[in-house]
């Protein structure tokens, strides 16, 4: 008997031992023709269209800006949200403190005026100090930034120290002392505010903008510009600045919240606006004599202020979430 050639040789190939086996995917299961079928010829989106792609499906951003909507929407036009104008219509004594009634939904103040009619309209004021103080600062801390980032060396030292030396300054202590000089104390109206307010609140700004400007200064598009003969400001004007403006954006979205908040704190210490110049800081000054016998006339004013300046946060985190290529990464 002969045996086993694969038993008696150890080192008969394997594939005689162990015959191998082949594994062949069904033809149908394997069909291309709907991936083949896809045409994904679009041009790419910029860095706005993802944004605005991104927003859309983004229900915090959806909210903040119904908000902010309503709130401009009031603040522009007054008289379609309240039938009493409270700068014509004299306050009634006989409703000092007096509950909600008919017309009426939030009651009344201590000098009988209607609470709600004053909201809706102290709304104008307050949003107008926000909007006007982050144009300035916008302005001003932009230019500061933009130079001392784009140009660097001397330019950037010196405008750094001036910057050092306001942003050591807080905003509510430099704008309290500012208030009280005599010149501002005696001409106290909406422009003073803003003008005092954006003395100490261009800084952040400023920071904000030197930081991206530097950050894309050196890129190539930048360098290409510059080799084709655009002039140096040119090339910040018309290239630096554009791809720089996500970081501003959400900033300066942030800070018009603060702003406003600035303004109703200074009103309510009695050194912002004037008492004949509605605000919710004003209104709130008022009605603190009488919390606790009444204290709506101040809880009302307050939760305005409270959504309006949580509205332009909320925003202003949507803004940075879908302007951050990281964070949609993330």
């Known amino acids: 008997m002969t045996p086993n050639s694969n038993e008696t040789n150890p080192v008969a190939p394997r594939a005689n031992r162990y015959p191998a086996e082949h594994f062949v995917a ?28 991104n927003l859309r499906t983004q229900p915090l951003f959806l909210i903040s800006a119904f908000l902010i909507i309503l709130v401009v929407l ?8 309240s039938g009493i104008n409270p700068a014509s219509d004299s306050c009634q004594l006989s409703n000092s403190d007096g ?15 209607d609470v709600y009619a004053r909201i809706i309209y102290g709304t104008q004021s307050s949003v107008t100090v926000g909007l006007l103080t982050t144009i300035g600062v916008l302005i001003i801390g932009g230019i500061v930034g933009a130079l001392a ?32 000089l005599p010149f501002f104390r005696g001409n106290a109206s909406v422009w003073t505010l803003v003008a005092v307010l954006t003395t100490f609140g261009w800084p952040q700004i400023a920071r904000i903008t030197r930081g991206a400007v530097i950050e894309v200064r050196n890129a190539d598009f930048v360098t290409a510009a510059r080799s084709l003969g655009v002039s140096r400001m040119g090339s910040l004007m018309r290239h630096v600045l554009p791809n720089s403006l996500a970081p501003i954006i959400v900033v300066a979205t942030i800070s ?30 008022s009605a603190q004599n009488n919390l606790r016998s009444n204290p709506f006339p101040l809880l009302y004013p307050a939760i305005a202020l ?14 940075r979430d879908a302007l951050d290529p990281k964070a949609r990464k993330r």
Not at 28 to 53: Q, Y
Not at 99 to 113: D, I
């Open 26 to 53: 069904k033809f149908d299961s394997t069909t291309l023709r709907a991936v083949d079928s896809v045409k994904d010829d679009r041009a790419p989106l910029s860095l706005w269209g993802e944004a605005w792609k």
């Open 74 to 81: 009031v603040s522009l036009f007054p008289q379609l949200f």
């Open 99 to 113: 509950g909600p009634s008919a017309g009426h939904p939030l009651g009344f103040t201590q000098q009988g005026c």
């Open 149 to 180: 980032g784009f140009f660097g060396g001397w330019v950037d030292s010196v405008l750094a120290r001036i910057n050092d030396i306001f942003f050591a300054l807080p905003l509510i202590l430099g704008s309290i002392v500012m208030m009280q």
């Open 256 to 285: 018009l919240g603060t702003f406003i908040v600035a303004e109703s704190t200074l009103s309510f210490l009695g050194i912002g606006l004037p008492p004949s110049v509605m605000s919710w800081g004003n209104d709130i000054n």
């Open 306 to 319: 409270c959504i309006t300046v949580l509205s332009f946060i909320m925003l202003g985190d949507a803004l």
